[in-house]
């Protein structure tokens, strides 16, 4: 297992230039189950995707390390991409080119899901299979098929049709090489997901959009 008080102490340690903490410590969402599936122990990574996974909560949820006010905007909006791009870094720094792809991926389909007032569970799904995706490339499964789930997910939201995220993230993690696919499975056993029609609008020019909120 990872350290998960290290973790978190680095993930509260990164928030400081921007604020207080908050009252409740920091709970940690996707590096756990990125450690189950990967069974490597590896905590950089694991803060890696917990620095990335709160970038993505100062953008467009709720932050678990600093107490900004919801006046506060930009403030958060800089914080998100700190965030962001620090996580990013650790894993860049690796060398690992198609793990970055990969999330790259799927800020832009959260991008997407935010533009369009998908349900939070949709991006859920994604985050749960990036976690699988993670550690199947550390396996050795070919980025390609890895990526699957977001060309899917590229096409349908091309044609404008309600789809069903969490199926497709469940029918794409079956393609996965993991040691042990169970966590997996049960993240995305839920039934949260729900039919939505996405705009036509480009993923990039969504993303680009949230960032000038």
């Known amino acids: 297992m990872v350290d998960a008080a290290a973790v978190t102490a680095r993930l509260g340690a990164a928030g400081l230039a921007f604020g207080p903490p908050p009252a409740t410590p920091?709970?940690?969402?996707?590096?756990?189950?990125?450690?189950?599936?990967?069974d490597g122990h590896d905590d950089d990574y694991v803060t890696a995707v917990e620095l990335i996974y709160e970038g993505y909560l100062l953008h467009y949820r709720h932050s678990r390390v600093i107490a900004a006010p919801a006046s506060a905007r930009e403030t958060t909006l800089l914080a998100?991409?700190?965030?962001?791009?620090?996580?990013l870094r650790l894993i860049a720094a690796r060398g690992d080119t198609d793990a970055v792809g990969l999330l790259a991926r799927l800020m832009t389909a959260c991008s997407q899901l935010r533009s369009v007032g998908g349900p939070f569970a949709d991006d859920d799904a994604l985050w749960a299979f990036t976690m699988g995706g993670l550690a199947a490339l550390r396996r050795g499964t070919p980025a390609a098929t890895v990526a699957g789930l977001f060309e899917r997910f590229d096409a349908a939201a091309a044609g404008g049709a309600p789809f069903d995220v969490r199926r497709m993230a469940r029918a794409e993690a079956r393609r996965l090489k993991l040691r042990d696919a169970a966590p997996l499975e049960r993240e995305l056993s839920g039934d949260g997901a729900a039919g939505l029609r996405p705009s036509r609008r480009s993923a990039g020019s969504a993303a680009a959009r949230a960032a000038g909120r």
């Not at 920091?26 to 990967?38: E, K, Q, S, T």
């Open 26 to 38: 920091a709970a940690l969402r996707w590096g756990p189950l990125f450690d189950a599936l990967d």
């Open 80 to 87: 998100g991409d700190f965030f962001y791009a620090r996580g």
